[in-house]
């Protein structure tokens, strides 16, 4: 299962975090998240013993500050941050080989 993010744990969760984490923006009534979901979570158990490696989500109805603060407008949004910075942006459904590419990409 992804790790849950809210607007609370967000900072200690990504920015503090050394490595790359996966942050899906989604929402409860959003079609495409609705199939991203299960996506992103295969990738969390998969990934689960990779070091330096977190894959999680952020409901954006529930965490409007971080959604704002990261501009993000279409959802699903994938945000892949590396150290805490935002490194890279994917708008809309990916399947799971394009998340472990951008993944892969950042953590070597």
């Not at 959604?67 to 490194?87: L, Q």
């Amino acid at each position: 299962m992804a790790l849950e993010l809210t607007d609370q744990n967000f900072n200690q969760e990504v920015k503090e975090f050394k490595g790359v984490i996966l942050v899906d923006f989604w929402a409860p009534w959003c079609g495409p998240c609705k199939m991203q979901g299960p996506i992103v979570d295969e990738l969390a158990e998969e990934l689960k013993d990779k070091e330096g490696v977190k894959i999680s989500k952020l409901n954006v109805d529930e965490n409007q500050s971080k959604a704002g603060e990261y501009k993000v407008m279409s959802i699903p949004t994938i945000k892949i941050f590396k150290d805490g910075k935002d490194v890279e942006t994917m708008v809309g459904m990916q399947n799971k080989d394009v998340l472990l590419e951008m993944i892969d990409k950042h953590s070597s």
